[in-house]
């Protein structure tokens, strides 16, 4: 059951509900492809897309944004139902969470800020750890931190989608190696103090199958606003 305090939220922060398409009309709209019924970002930063409702027409806009290898994932509060000409490639179900809690002191574990020359690095374990979508362009949102040992980067969270008042925290983290240390929360506080800082509040979405995460997460002081449908389409052959 959600959260009292993340419910209520619910009813005054409306858009969350439509992050994508509020991200991409507003504070990221440089990284927005598309047209004012669907936009989504550029195939090598993100899969994420949004349409302005649910009619034949933003569909057929949302058809022309999607390549052969790059197919689109809508965050929705209801299941999607797609037109034909659409093929579904997966559907899931996420928790969307706020913090709510106290600021946290950032841990002492020695960071360091990520940059373009770390991408391979930040694809590779991004591969092997398979923390959501993670392209050669995502570094593009900005804020990404890491742990190095020995030389190798062993984890690293950074912002992802930002709206107004909100930016949300993604790609956490961690080699398989290095887990059980602490280092996904460090960084995930390093980066809530740099949100709060700019007066806003940061947000997340994971996967109500990875109860692991959830745990941590609650921890740290974020609470369960709504679920939300994630949907993958393509083009149907």
């Known amino acids: 059951m959600l959260d009292v305090l993340a419910t209520k939220q619910a009813g005054s922060t409306s858009a969350l509900d439509n992050t994508v398409w509020h991200a991409l009309t507003g504070r990221q709209r440089h990284l927005a492809v598309g047209n004012d019924r669907a936009l989504r970002y550029a195939p090598t930063v993100a899969p994420f897309a949004a349409l302005t409702d649910a009619t034949a027409e933003s569909f057929d806009a949302l058809r022309e944004l999607i390549e052969e290898d790059a197919p689109v994932a809508l ?17 899931a179900t996420l928790l969307q969470m706020v913090w709510q809690g106290e600021p946290h002191a950032p841990n002492a574990l020695e960071h360091v800020r990520l940059t373009e020359r770390d991408v391979p690095e930040m694809l590779a374990l991004a591969a092997a750890t398979q923390p959501g979508p993670f392209g050669p362009r995502t570094i593009e949102f900005g804020g ?3 742990i190095r040992r020995d030389g190798k ?16 925290i993604s790609a956490v983290c961690v080699d398989p190696a290095f887990r059980g240390q602490g280092l996904a929360a460090s960084l995930m506080k390093l980066l809530m ?12 979405h994971v996967l109500t199958s990875n109860h692991g995460a959830i745990a941590i997460y609650r921890a740290l002081g974020f609470v369960e606003r709504r679920e939300m449908h994630l949907t993958v389409l393509g083009l149907a052959p």
């Open 75 to 91: 965050t929705t509060l209801d299941a999607v139902e797609p037109p034909a000409g659409f093929a579904l490639i997966r559907h």
């Open 193 to 204: 103090a740099a949100i709060c800082a700019r007066g806003e509040t940061p947000f997340l």
């Open 144 to 146: 990404y931190v890491g």
């Open 153 to 168: 980067l062993v984890a690293m969270a950074g912002e992802r989608m930002k709206i107004e008042g909100h930016t949300e």
